[in-house]
Structure formats: structure tokens, C-alpha cells
């Protein structure tokens, strides 16, 4: 009936080395497929710690800008000065850390902004005077630099944003008008 006994056995065990080949391409599809999702966690992770990042220094701009003093052409400090204020960025008062800090103290707990001073970058007469009398008004451009730390991984990101401001005089410190 059957002519070699010996086909059937050797069948069997090129099934068994078959079957092992297709489980190891499947164990490393799998593996292919965590690792290519660990990647994208830490890649959205990251976006997110720059988002925030970004959004602590934009923040810390802001309040640099709204405070009219920092432009302020007698009380503005020399470019040489490195810090002119550390800002503590969603900061818990409750730990004893205010929005705004000197510049030698460090925040326990949210994100620590370091606003540089003020640096006037240009000036230029303004086209636009008064209707009712002449004036000397001056268009004064204004760089501000944050630069944020992050408290888990300590890194440092750096931010610039210019300013135009209208000022009566044309005193841009730095500046020959």
C-alpha cells in the first residue's frame, strides 16, 4: 500500500521547522511593533515637554512686557547683566514659591523661566506724529529673552521675542540715534 514509510515522518518534521520559522517572523513583528510604539510615546512626550516649555516662556515674556519699567530708558539695566528676574511659572504659593523671584533663587516647584534684560535692538523716528502738534516720537524695537528649564530632565530651551514700542524719546540705550 504505501511504498515509503520513511515520506510521511520526514513530512512531519519539516512542519515542526516550518511552523518554528513562522513563530519567530511573528515574535519579531511584535517586537518591531512595541518598539515602534515606545518611539512614538517618547516622541509625543517630548512635543509635549517643548509645548510646555514654549508656553512657560511666552508667559514669562508677557509679564516681562507688561511691566512698562523694563523699557523704561533711565532704569533699563546694561546688556552686560546676565539675569534681570527668574520667573517661577505655575508655581505652587503654597510651597513658598511667588510668580516672580530674585535672581539668585530657584523655584521648588513649576517651571523656572529666566528673563534676561531688555535690550533696545533699534530705533527709528516714527512717520506718525500728532494731528494737533509736532511731536518726536520713536519706533524702539526690543528683543526679550527667556530661557526655560525643565525641572524633570533638565534641559534648557531659548526663546526670542522682539517688541516695538512707541516711545516719546529717542533714547534706545546701547543706541547712537
Known sequence: ????????????GATLL?????????TLFAITAIRTGNIGFKIVGNQQAQKSMEAAAQ????QAISNLGNFDPVT??????TVAQRVCVNANASAGDPPAVGPTASCTSGTQVDVAPVRCISTKRSQFDSLTQPMATYDNL???????TDTLTGAKATYHQGVKIRMLSSQCPGLST
Open 142 to 148: 526690543w528683543e526679550i529673552v527667556a530661557t526655560v
Open 1 to 12: 500500500m504505501n511504498a515509503h514509510p520513511l515520506m510521511g515522518r520526514r513530512e512531519r
Open 18 to 26: 516550518i511552523s518554528l520559522i513562522m513563530l519567530v517572523v511573528l
Open 76 to 81: 533699563v539695566i546694561a546688556p552686560t547683566s
Open 59 to 62: 508667559q514669562a515674556i508677557e
